[in-house]
């Protein structure tokens, strides 16, 4: 028989909260009906027209002290239904040889699954009349799978998320599949730069001079210069580096042309750019700005944070303190990191606030955005446990 906890999971990740048109309506009824049923106050706040942020406290006995927000995010990426094995919205439970039981589902990882393991792990320690010195926040948000600018990006310049009086924010991480727990307490910073150029046209079979596609090739190269001395940097380390301490470029659109034999006035290009918190992103702008003018080239922004913010550990501020306690009293080995990707965190931690990344679920391989996303049964039990540990450090 399905366990209670496996079964709201899989309710939860059969709304269909797929961009670009999620179904914000039915993911906030469940939230909200998981509130009602564990009697706990919520609160529906619209950031943004039809993008709702839903937040479920439980009160401390000392509201007036900082809180501990637990995020989450209700929306998914996109699917190709004919290259999963099983329906990525129908959350079916399989016997896997590896992993035992798992639920295959988009969000199974990105990260319905934690917004559920918060609310189970309250469940728990109601369950057990436990009372919490400091009032937990668990918050479920719009928009994060296309930059969150209807959701975080707003709701934290709000005098309602000022008081939220949040103390420390925990968001998603990501898998890890060595069973070490990678903790983030930064992550790069995104560029998305959209690249105009202008040049001569004519006919096909001529050698026209000084074209758009010209100024491209130029600029491509020099942005592949610099993605090469990151990759090397990143191999030169020998395992000391990871993926999110060194910056990453790549071409991912290109649009020009109109028939095969007339050379094209302009191109376009954008390009993901990843600022490392090990980088200057002044002397990454410099650099594009540059290639933009020696190449006849306007640059626009897309998606631009303009620099990395990472929450600093080094002074073991008592947050710090707390989690290591909690880390090495259930023997839950970890590292600290910088998350490569991009999450909700940096807008919190844009506002001053500490906030970290951990996705809870060891030995799993990452299929974040991939096929046959999916969750053991095990892990996602694991998760429940390691947040009521956590909340009982960190909230007490």
Known sequence: MTLPQVQRLQEYLRVYAIHPNPDYTSSVEYVVSLAKDLKLQHKIVEVAPKNPLVIVTLPGTHPEEPSLALNSHMDVVPVYRENWTHDPFAADLVEDETHGEIIYARGAQDMKSIGIAHLEAIRELLSESIQLRNTIHVIFAPDEEVGGAKGWEQFSKTQEYRDLNIGLFLDEGLPNPDGTLRVFHGERAPWWVRFTFEGNTGHGLKFVENTAVEGLLNSTNTLLKFRAEQKQKLEASNGKLTLGQVSTVNL????????????????????????????????????????????NAKMEFITFFPKPIVTPIDSNPSWWQKLQSAFKKHNYDYVPDIMPGTTDARYVRQSGVPALGISPFLNTPGLLHDHDEFIPVKEYLFAIKFYKNLILELAN
């Open 252 to 295: 991912t659109m290109l649009k020009s042309g109109v028939q095969p034999n007339v050379v094209p006035g302009n191109v376009e290009a954008v390009f993901d750019i990843r600022v490392s918190p090990n980088d200057d992103p002044d002397e990454v702008m410099a650099m594009l700005k540059q290639t933009a003018k020696e190449n």
